[in-house]
T-cell receptor, first 115, second 112 residues
Framework: GAGVSQSPRYKVAKRGQDVALRCDPI?????LFWYQQALGQGPEFLTY????????KSGLPSDRFFAERPEGSVSTLKIQRTQQEDSAVYLC?????????????FGEGSRLTVL | GDSVTQMEGPVTLSEEAFLTINCTYT??????LFWYVQYPGEGLQLLLK?????DKGSNKGFEATYRKETTSFHLEKGSVQVSDSAVYFC???????????FGDGTTLTVKP
């Protein structure tokens, strides 16, 4: 389809495992965002790309979290040595607006459960 | 930093009732304001937006007016339907920051 695609939709990891979450944004969208959403809360900003440049990573909770978008399209969020507090839904959103101030188009999210 | 405070839920209404979901914000500068909706089993999608003071965003019978003097962007609908049952998120985007800041969401259930 033409929307934002995320995979996997569900991921169960044992504590200490590394995980990688993929986001395929809408073609041509300049901005790409990652958000973390805990149960019953709103999305919390993690990081933001404009094309391949990571302009803001101030929301990444620790150095175990790493995101990349090497060719300015697909992005991967990697979490190393997962902890139980990493359990959440990870949302990817893209925007046509290069400044990141336009409408966000969200994927359905990747639900991570760390046991 | 920027923040968004939403009316706590859940909200339960009968069909055709009037809906208000309050949203206030704190931000530097002149943010754009948004309401996003998440229907069961789906991702967040934009409902409406306003980019400057006194602008009114509207869509699907929902309205919200950007009130700079009260730093508010309350969501209203005159007559809700069962199909409006969803989680509603208020959000702001600061021009200089790029990222959006979201409220915690308000769950609306509309009963027939």
């Amino acid at each position: 389809g033409a929307g934002v695609s995320q995979s996997p939709r569900y991921k169960v990891a044992k504590r200490g495992q590394d995980v990688a979450l993929r986001c395929d944004p809408i073609s041509g969208h300049v901005s790409l965002f990652w958000y973390q959403q805990a149960l019953g809360q709103g999305p919390e900003f993690l990081t933001y790309f404009q094309n391949e440049a990571q302009l803001d990573k101030s929301g990444l909770p620790s150095d175990r979290f790493f995101a990349e978008r090497p060719e300015g399209s697909v992005s991967t969020l990697k979490i190393q040595r997962t902890q139980q507090e990493d359990s959440a839904v990870y949302l990817c959103a893209s925007s046509l607006d290069g400044r990141g101030t336009g409408e966000l188009f969200f994927g359905e999210g990747s639900r991570l459960t760390v046991l | 930093g920027d923040s968004v405070t939403q009316m706590e839920g859940p909200v339960t209404l009968s069909e055709e009732a009037f809906l208000t979901i309050n949203c206030t914000y704190t931000a530097t500068g002149y943010p754009s304001l948004f309401w996003y909706v998440q229907y069961p089993g789906e991702g967040l999608q934009l409902l409406l937006k306003a980019t400057k003071a006194d602008d009114k965003g509207s869509n699907k019978g929902f309205e919200a007016t950007y009130r700079k003097e009260t730093t508010s962007f309350h969501l209203e609908k005159g007559s809700v339907q069962v199909s409006d049952s969803a989680v509603y998120f208020c959000a702001l985007t600061n021009t200089n920051a790029g990222k959006s800041t979201f409220g915690d969401g308000t769950t609306l259930t509309v009963k027939p």
